[in-house]
């Protein structure tokens, strides 16, 4: 505990493994290659690299500055730095980002535990591509099944979120994090050791411009906000346990180092194992449930392997969604003073409750459609076109204009910390993020 009661991080090293936990998920090891694979290789890569540079990072640093002035949640953190107006108001709208994407987020990570106990069990040894195919959607198409990984996978994420930031998020982190890099570091370099993969290696790295359209563009600055956990107040509030001694351009400098390391290992290990295998890159999002297993099945080991891999992906999920699960719990005790174990307890039923529906409609509820689409493909595509980018422009908007850029950039500079980019930065957030984050809410609206 902090000054004030409030809970704080114990050690800067334990703030950087946390939020590049929040950072690193499905987003890197799953979406970030299919993008890639569907958007044409080397090229959206380097231009994913750029969105790096010219929105993550700032956008990252303005989170943890407003997190760390605000010392609140969400919302406490808006009223306290907006006097008056609407704006007093707009933390509200991070906190339903953020419920929303919780609720979404843990049934697609529910099917990687599912996925690692039947790798484990040897359920998925020896199927081929279309016995594969029949088994994803026999076991994510179960209720039972649906049911009880979405509660055992909400289960661990309250539990780690109620033991506290130091005692539970810090320390799940540090046992989590570092445990992530090492199997994926095992599967690369099990990849590398495919014949075939180097023509993978190739293709991810050869850029071919003349594939690059406004749409590809527009896909990694998507990329970059979902992976970078931007845009619902995830950053925001593990900003808000930092000590004022952080360096934060520094720290944010590390997070995202880490997380675009963890990005380009695993495309650099999910396309090599695809063009050994002859497959279609393009095989969209059956690759991680169907080809994968497919590639893995045909190795010596290939539940050994399997295993790993699904609870790389479980581990790596599992701290994102403690990142979620922490804006709605810290909204409870800053707002309305509820006791952690309370406020942990409710907002992982409510997660449980919103999620449900969502899991079941891969399943009984299939015949539930909005606007054509099953539940998980609406709130997906809600989600990540409308909410994330209107979270993150309620974000930037506030801290450069609301806030104000020169009050920020002086927040950051607090402990001593020097940020000879300010200028820069100060530039970036008022002007080019929000101008960024309006194109990406047009152009992902209207198609
Ligand atoms: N960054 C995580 C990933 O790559 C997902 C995530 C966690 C997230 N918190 C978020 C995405 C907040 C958007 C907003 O899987």
Redesign the pocket.
């Known amino acids: 505990m902090g000054a004030g009661g409030r809970d704080q991080w114990q050690s800067s090293i334990g703030f950087i493994l946390a939020t590049v936990g ?7 090891i799953w ?1 970030f290659p299919t993008v890639v694979a569907q958007s044409g290789g080397g090229a959206f890569v380097i231009v994913f690299l750029a969105a790096v540079l010219l929105v993550g990072i700032p956008a990252m640093i303005a989170e943890l500055a407003l997190g760390r002035q605000g010392r609140g949640g969400v919302v406490v953190t808006f009223q306290r730095i907006a006097s008056k107006g609407p704006w007093r108001q707009a933390g509200k709208i991070l906190l339903l ?2 419920f929303v ?1 919780a609720s979404y ?1 843990g049934v697609i990570a529910s099917w990687t535990l599912i996925y690692t106990v039947q790798g484990a069990l040897g359920g998925l040894t020896g199927l081929d591509a279309v016995q594969l195919n029949i088994m994803f959607d026999s076991l994510v198409g179960n209720p039972v099944l649906a049911f009880l990984a979405l509660a055992a996978f909400l289960g661990l994420v309250g539990l780690i979120v109620g033991g506290g930031v130091g005692g539970g998020i810090e320390r799940a982190s540090i046992i989590l994090m570092p445990t992530v890099m090492i199997l994926l570091l095992a599967l690369f370099i099990r990849t590398m050791f495919l014949p075939g993969a180097w023509e993978g290696v190739l293709w991810f790295l050869r850029p071919d411009f003349s594939v690059m359209t406004p749409a590809n563009v527009l896909g990694a600055l998507g990329q970059v ?8 107040g ?1 950053i925001l509030t593990y900003g808000s346990y930092l000590s004022e001694r952080e360096n934060i351009p520094r720290a944010a400098l590390w997070i995202s180092g880490a997380d675009v390391v963890v990005a380009l290992l695993a495309g650099l290990t999910v396309i090599p194992a695809l063009f050994a295998f002859n497959l279609d890159p393009q095989v969209g999002a059956g690759l991680v449930f169907v080809a994968l297993p497919g590639i893995f099945n045909t190795m010596p080991l290939a539940g050994l392997w399997m295993t790993l891999f699904f609870a790389l992906l479980a581990f ?2 599992l701290t ?2 403690v ?2 699960l922490e804006v709605v719990t810290a909204y409870l005790i800053d707002k309305r003073r509820w006791p952690r174990r309370r406020a942990t307890l409710t907002a992982t039923a409510a997660a449980f409750a919103a999620g449900l529906p969502i899991t079941l409609s891969q399943g009984n509820l299939n015949a539930l459609r909005i606007g054509g689409v099953d539940l998980l493909t609406a709130v997906d595509f809600f989600a990540s076109n409308l909410l ?1 980018p209107v979270g993150g422009l309620v974000t930037v908007l506030f801290v450069g204009w609301v806030w104000g850029a020169h009050r920020a950039a002086d927040e950051v500079t607090r402990g001593a910390v020097t940020f000879p980019s300010a200028p820069a930065w100060s530039f970036t957030v008022r002007y080019v993020l929000p101008a960024i984050l309006i194109y990406v809410l047009v152009t992902g609206l209207t198609g």
């Open positions: 929040s950072a690193i998920g499905l987003g890197n979406r980002v953020g994407m987020y906000f979902f992976s970078f956990s931007l845009g619902m995830a790596a999920a994102s969604a990142s979620m994330l």
